[in-house]
């Protein structure tokens, strides 16, 4: 079957193997891949709507056992630099997004063992009350692993007790490239694929809504790009409680895993061919804060049919070397430029209405 005939079945919604995936991947030329990843999606969602969130992500500590090479963020157990927020810093971060709108908290940090599972129970029990019309959308995968070991318990068991607490939804954060070989090279502390499969499935069946990522553009090839979108769709094929699925690439700017940075070819290209392999997934998301507003836009093109969030807050990225960043109307007015129409959802998808437009 040729390129052309492959791309004409994906734009249909017509299932890749990994073999027909990689020789998309690699052969189709650039603009007809984007043509099919952009008929699949306006095939779902047959309007001129895309959404976006308001959101925040607050990192609350920035100590981390784990030390991935790629993180510019974490400071070492001990070390003079490292911070944890108390629960009244944490919660005026929260008030201060409320404030601006936002129905999505994300508090992420680093796996900190001196941070307790009680301590989150307890913060998260607090934005609850005092906040009720925001969403937890937080932790990690590899926080929840990181409790798991501290409190001797499973990480379902943790994931139950969160969710009493409030945590709404968990976040895809910390897959990386879901291969062995990569985690060896630039995370080897971190835990392995197949616990990190093991954990999403756990929240997805405890109820708890999650999203899906990829940081790609370290060391990885090209089939362990393609093998990364095959266990998230087998996984999805399994449980169904992936939301969304977003691609963004390393910025290894002032990280100590030195290397390139990916082009915006390479990453227009990988976001068109995650919404053609990833069949069961309903939304792509367009990541703008590595590859910047520009080509954010231009992701909309390429399969993307959701913005992501706002983001009034952030220090992992940042830190790395990143300097992106976008206020709602500009949000907003990237999406009209590409010829779209904004519309604010919240975590699960949901419109919005109630929330004006920020330059409505």
Not at 128 to 156: A, K, W
Not at 289 to 318: C, F, H, N, S
Not at 324 to 352: C, H, M, S
């Amino acid at each position: 079957m040729s390129v052309a005939d492959l791309l004409d079945r994906a734009a249909t919604g017509g299932r890749l193997s990994f073999e027909e995936g990689l020789r998309v991947y690699r052969e189709a030329p650039l603009h007809e891949l984007a043509a099919a990843a952009h008929g699949r999606r306006f095939q779902l969602y047959p309007t001129s709507d895309v959404t976006y969130v308001i959101d925040t992500t607050i990192n609350y500590t920035n100590v981390c056992n784990v030390h991935c090479s790629f993180c510019a963020f974490f400071r070492p157990e001990k070390h003079g630099e490292g911070y944890t927020m108390s629960h009244d810093e944490v919660i005026s971060r929260v008030k201060f997004a409320a404030d601006q709108g936002a129905t999505q908290i994300m508090i992420q940090g680093g796996v900190n063992p001196e941070i307790k599972l009680e301590w989150f129970e307890q913060l998260f029990r607090r934005i609850t009350v005092e906040f009720p019309h925001v969403d937890l959308h937080s932790l990690s995968v590899s926080e929840i692993n990181g409790l798991s070991n501290t409190e001797g318990m499973t990480p379902r068991e943790v994931l139950v007790r969160l969710k009493a607490a409030g945590l709404k939804s968990l976040p895809g954060a910390g897959a990386e490239v879901l291969v062995e070989r990569v985690r060896k090279r630039i995370s080897a502390r971190k835990i392995v694929p197949e616990k990190w499969l093991g954990i999403m499935r756990d929240a997805q069946e405890l109820g708890l809504p999650t999203t899906s990522t990829m940081m790609f553009g370290s060391i990885e090839n090209d089939e362990e790009r393609i093998q990364h979108f095959d266990v998230m769709r087998q996984l999805q094929d399994e449980t169904g409680g992936f939301t969304a699925f977003i691609p963004w690439y390393y910025v290894p700017f002032k990280t100590p895993l030195k290397g390139r940075q990916s082009t915006g070819v390479e990453y227009l290209r990988t976001l068109a061919m995650s919404r053609l392999y990833l069949d069961n997934f309903a939304h792509i998301q367009a990541s703008w804060l590595t590859p910047g507003l520009k080509l954010g836009q231009l992701a909309l093109m390429y399969g993307a049919d959701d913005m992501g969030g706002t983001i009034l807050e952030e220090r992992v990225v940042t830190l790395a070397g990143s300097t992106n960043e976008a206020t709602r109307k500009q949000l907003e007015d990237t999406i009209r430029g590409a010829g779209f129409n904004p519309v604010i959802r919240d975590t699960y998808w949901n419109l919005r209405s109630d929330i004006a437009l920020a330059s409505a």
